[in-house]
């Protein structure tokens, strides 16, 4: 059974820094692709960042570029996004998502296979 759990949301002011975790089991897919998500009350979920089980090549969203950074650690099965400089438009649930293989394109949630629970996020004085 293929799971997915995140961990690491929480409450945290305006510029400061959350490191979320995915911690994956249940698979193994070294083409595979993992991705995270958020959504926002009363919006659409959207695309933050994304990388390979294998190799080079990460993705992030324009309007968290430059402030959150995603990463892996093969051995624990595991992703992070590190989230710097936070800002209240950051406010989100955040979800881990993989793909069995990686297919194009890597920001739309439909070409992920399994998903976690989600992250509560919030930026807020």
């Known amino acids: 059974q293929v799971r997915l759990v995140e961990s690491g949301g929480g409450l945290v002011q305006p510029g400061g820094s959350l490191r979320l975790s995915c911690a994956a089991s249940?698979?193994?897919?070294?083409?595979?692709?993992m991705g995270w998500f958020r959504q926002a009350p009363g919006k659409d979920r959207e695309f933050v960042a994304a990388?390979?089980?294998?190799?080079?090549?990460?993705h992030v969203a324009d309007s968290v570029k430059g402030r959150f950074a995603i990463s892996r650690d093969n051995a624990k099965d595991t992703v992070f996004l590190q989230m710097n400089s936070l800002k209240s438009e950051d406010t989100a649930v955040y979800y881990c998502a993989a793909q069995w293989y990686a297919r194009p394109p890597y920001y739309a949630d439909d070409r992920y296979d399994y998903w976690g629970q989600g992250t509560q996020v919030t930026v807020s004085s």
């Open positions: 249940g698979f193994t897919f070294s083409n595979g692709r």
């Open positions: 990388i390979p089980w294998s190799g080079t090549g990460t």
